[in-house]
């Protein structure tokens, strides 16, 4: 009598385990929100322009927030895929895998360096100065660590890129 019990027992203890075995293979989370936990507010990030818009999508990778150009990560999108404001820089799902199309993006920039923006989603890539004959060149005059559209000279050819979040105004000029 006390092979049965100890039978019932240990088939118990299977069934017990092949459940936790399985239940640990599912999956609550859509996909594309578990794959944007990848990166956190405040995590720096660089995307190959040379990537986007080709046929294979953009992808975020994590550097230093020293690189240039580089991104800060200021928000993510929300469910509907936008961002809290249109001031940051947002790759759409056309462009860019999941996890970086939900990501929300103030550049890293450096003052007295110029760097081409590539349309039509306005990835920037450090370059030389003298004028080009495909997308925008501009030149960032001023780095400043505050959200004020107003703090830019109002020039021809001048411009304030101001993000909420981190605060940070650039003040441009375009060379085209």
């Known amino acids: 009598m006390t092979r049965r019990p100890l039978r019932i027992a240990a088939l118990v203890a299977a069934l017990v385990v092949m459940a936790g075995l399985a239940g640990c293979g599912v999956r609550t989370v859509d996909p594309d929100v578990a794959a944007s936990t990848v990166f956190a507010v405040g995590d720096c990030v660089e995307i190959d322009s040379g990537i986007a818009p080709s046929p294979d999508p953009a992808r975020a990778t994590e550097v230093s927030c020293t690189q240039d150009p580089s991104y800060t990560v200021g928000a ?23 996890s970086t199309a939900r990501l929300c993006l103030v550049p890293n920039l450096v003052a007295n360096q110029c760097y081409l923006m590539e349309m039509p989603i306005g990835l920037v890539e450090k370059v030389s100065c003298k004028p ?45």
Do not use: I, K, M
């Open 76 to 98: 993510t999108t929300n469910a509907a895929g936008d961002c809290p404001t249109s001031e940051y820089q947002h790759l759409p799902t056309a462009y860019a895998e999941p």
């Open 132 to 176: 080009r004959d495909d997308g925008v060149l501009v030149q960032v005059t001023q780095r400043l660590d505050v959200r004020d559209q107003s703090a830019c000279p109002a020039a021809a050819g001048s411009y304030a890129w101001p993000y909420p979040a981190p605060a940070r105004t650039y003040c441009t000029r375009t060379l085209f």
